[in-house]
T-cell receptor, first 114, second 115 residues
């Protein structure tokens, strides 16, 4: 079945550091890929997405490129801020027969220190 | 701003009791999802509705869990009887249409504790 593997946390960085959170996936079809963010006490929010190979999703300084050859969708940001502290989830949607529910990774807790 | 409404936010119940969660999706959203998120894990899809019809319930433990969306709008997820292992966050999400680039919007969830 489909699965998503992302790097274990917590990841602790200093403000203005470069961020990479690795994500790889396994899917039988051609999935769409997503990064969601969850702030404390809140629901999940879509951060960015890519629907086909070589697409780059970007939002709020974050970006990720859909790499079909390496089945990866790594999240990057050039300069993190304290406000980026949250849990980040990589996810895929492999549409089959109208069912397009998301398969999530376990999440990576990001802590940014001032 | 439109949002997915869930209630209650928190629920404590004794094992073997029945418990129900309610979700009201964003107006006009035909697709509704229920996910379960165990602490420290990613959400896991339990059931997906398209209007009032179930599209996918392959991961729903049907011996104790049931879900309905009778009029294709709001939805109820029920657990009977609750077990200690059901303690988790239950998230509802909705999306506008069944299309590849459609974003799913999540509610704030119901945190269930079974004692």
């Amino acid at each position: 079945g489909d699965s998503v593997t992302q790097m274990e946390g917590p990841v602790t960085l200093s403000e203005e550091a470069f961020l990479t959170i690795n994500c790889t996936y396994t899917a039988t079809g051609y999935p769409s890929l997503f990064w969601y963010v969850q702030y404390p006490g809140e629901g999940l929010q879509l951060l960015l997405k890519a629907t086909k190979a070589d697409d780059k999703g970007s939002n709020k300084g974050f970006e990720a490129t859909y790499r079909k050859e390496t089945t990866s969708f790594h999240l990057e940001k050039g300069s993190v801020q304290v406000s980026d502290s949250a849990v980040y989830f990589c996810a895929l949607s492999d549409r089959r027969g109208g069912a397009d529910g998301l398969t999530f990774g376990k999440g990576t807790h990001l802590i940014i220190q001032p | 701003e439109a949002e997915v409404a869930q209630s209650p936010r928190y629920k404590i119940t004794e094992k073997s009791q029945a418990v129900a969660f309610w979700c009201d999706p964003i107006s006009g959203h035909a697709t509704l999802y229920w996910y379960r998120q165990i602490l420290g894990q990613g959400p896991e899809l339990l059931v997906q509705f398209q209007d009032e019809s179930v599209v996918d319930d392959s991961q729903l433990p049907k011996d104790r869990f049931s879900a309905e969306r009778l009029k294709g709008v709001d939805s109820t997820l029920k657990i009977q009887p609750a077990e200690l292992g059901d303690s988790a966050m239950y998230l509802c999400a909705s999306s506008l249409v069944d299309r590849e680039d459609t974003e799913a919007f999540f509610g704030q969830g119901t945190r269930l504790t079974v004692v």
